[in-house]
């Protein structure tokens, strides 16, 4: 039997994810620190609310509100108990919204980094990074989630238990990795190397990507990164909307949705299949997104010039992918 | 990485490249080296604080630059420092026995409603492995608890740290209430997270704002030397 978001694929050559969750939430009060994963429960119409905000704009998709939904995450706020409630009833709710739409509208239950270092740096294992992702992915399968969708991860070991855990569970899912630092993740891997990596899982994701990190272009560099790997696994785009900036002591994100209308046009020029919004992306950001996705034809692949020209520059000069990579310091190994 | 490198002794070094093959193995993390390199520098006669200076922290300024041009990445960095850590613990006890000069002294922590702290942990190690020390107030911290540490540690440093859009400003109500309380200038104050920029330190009256781990050690380090040569006391 094959999944609903597989499916879905198999009619359609571009899909439409959501936007932002934790800056909608703050935007309905959430407070700063306050985990938004509790709200599944104590405040159940703002989640819909949230969820109905993608659903309008015309996403084929949205993620849950389980962001944060793993043991070590809730543990900060002593909620690691509630790790199966809280996870099903974000996909419940989500369920509630994605069946109410009269289309085909998919419910991806997000699961977002534990936070923690893995061995050898940190003290994280992989079984209990496995076992982390397992207990929150039972409790989005049992609320009724139609795939997983793993986001903002940096470490390829985080990326691989996450697999292991969602085969477990029995989950069809997507994944995503965060590049945030010189064009690479905080740690260290480039968008090449993701690429081998998931081609290499016992349990391949049904599409890949990128979500959040620095601004747009970067983010669509990252995207032809990918793509220039030529491999068919659909390729996701979720970038933020520009740059957060300080403005009279409330933060704001420099993309208008004019500009991430033209980000969404170039992601798919780019070879992405899944287009959505991370932080910052709002439902007019979302709406402008769709509207440009819907009436703007397809164009040839951008350069990077044409991307800088378009959504402004990039935070660093390489992405770790190139042959002109600064070159690590010759040390003595000794064995 | 040649096979006739695989047999290097330690011991049979003479001092200049004792010290040069401690940087290497600061750089590849290698904790036990590092610590059989500090001991053989303290039975060769070596001062605590000439090991810490010319050996650990000049080979983590390497790894420190080359973490800031984006040639190492936090698992390379995390290990050097984990070696790093090993050569402190021997030399921790002896720098405060012989009397050594402090390079200088931090607080750090996290501003209240934020948990992110892979940023802040990486801070305090490279400017730990540069010689501060460093007073890590970890996760989630009020006003009221940067205040007090500022009293009972007195150091010249304050770093706050923020991953958040929704928790940076809180470092305007720190900076404000020293401000008011008339301690502001009595510090440096560095910030720093994913989401900050230059134009947000200048605009909440931050000393500096620091991109990553190892611009902060460099300016933590620029700034303490301005104020000692003020003598200003801290």
């Known amino acids: ?335 | 990485m040649s096979e006739e490198d695989d047999d290097i002794i330690l011991s049979e070094l003479d001092d200049d490249e004792l010290v040069q093959q401690m940087f290497d193995d600061l750089y590849d993390g290698l904790k036990e080296e590092i610590e059989e390199g500090v001991n053989i520098l303290l039975e060769r006669g070596w001062s605590p604080y000439d090991i810490l200076t010319k050996a650990l922290v000049g080979g983590m300024t390497i790894v420190g630059n080359d973490f800031r041009d984006g040639i190492l990445f936090v698992p390379e960095v995390l290990l050097a420092a984990n070696a790093m850590k090993g050569g402190m613990a021997i030399l921790k006890p002896l720098l405060v026995e012989t009397g050594a000069p402090r390079v200088g002294r931090m607080v750090i922590g996290t501003v209240k409603g934020d948990i992110h702290d892979i940023g802040k942990n990486l801070v305090a190690m490279m400017m730990e492995g540069a010689g501060f020390e460093v007073t890590d107030l970890g996760i989630n911290n009020s006003v009221e608890k940067y205040v007090e540490a500022l009293k009972t540690e007195q150091p010249d440093i304050l770093g706050m740290s923020a991953l958040l859009t929704t928790t940076m400003p809180y470092m305007k109500v720190v900076i404000d209430t020293m401000k008011e309380m008339g301690i502001r200038d009595d510090y440096i104050v560095l910030v720093g997270g994913a989401p900050l920029n230059e134009e947000f330190g200048k605009a909440i009256g931050a000393d500096a704002y620091c991109r990553d781990a190892a611009v902060a050690v460099e300016t933590a380090k620029k700034f303490v030397a301005r104020k000692h040569n003020q003598g200003v006391t801290g």
């Open chain 1, 1 to 335: 039997m094959t999944d609903a978001l597989t499916r879905l694929l198999a009619d359609r050559d571009w899909l439409m994810a959501d936007g932002a969750t934790g800056t909608n939430l703050f935007n309905m009060g959430l407070g700063a620190g306050d985990p938004p994963e509790l709200w599944n429960v104590d405040e159940p119409d703002k989640i819909r609310t949230l969820y109905s905000y993608a659903v309008n704009a015309g996403s084929d998709l949205f993620l849950t509100n389980s962001f944060g939904g793993n043991a070590s995450r809730l543990k900060l706020h002593d909620a690691q108990h509630r790790v199966r409630e809280l996870n099903r009833v974000a996909a419940e709710l989500g369920r509630e919204v994605a069946d109410a739409s009269g289309r085909t509208v998919i419910v991806a239950g997000s699961v977002g980094p534990t936070g923690d270092i893995m061995v050898p740096m940190g003290s994280l294992t992989h079984e209990s990074a496995v076992e982390m992702f397992h207990e929150q992915a039972e409790g989005l399968k049992e609320g009724g989630a139609d795939v997983l969708w793993l986001e903002t991860i940096s470490a390829p070991e985080e990326y691989r238990a996450a697999a292991e855990a969602f085969a477990l569970a029995g989950m069809p899912w997507c994944g995503t990795m965060s590049f945030d630092t010189a064009g690479r993740t905080m740690m260290g891997m480039t968008s090449a190397d993701m690429v081998k990596m998931v081609e290499k899982l016992p349990n391949p994701p049904i599409a890949y990507g990128a979500n959040c990190g620095v601004g747009a272009s970067d983010l669509l560099r990252t995207v032809l990164g990918f793509a220039a790997q030529g491999t068919e696994r659909p390729i996701i785009s979720k970038g933020n909307a520009g740059i957060p900036k300080y403005v009279e002591g409330h933060i704001h994100y420099d993309g208008t949705p004019e500009l991430m209308g033209e980000y969404a046009v170039l992601a798919r020029d780019c070879g992405a299949t899944f287009i959505g919004g991370c932080c910052g992306t709002m439902p007019e950001h979302l709406e402008k997104m769709h509207e440009a996705l819907s009436t703007r034809p397809r164009g040839p692949r951008p350069t990077l010039d044409e991307i800088a020209e378009k959504l402004g520059g990039f935070s660093s000069a390489t992405d770790g992918t190139g042959d002109e990579e600064p070159a690590r310091r010759r040390t003595r190994r000794r064995g």
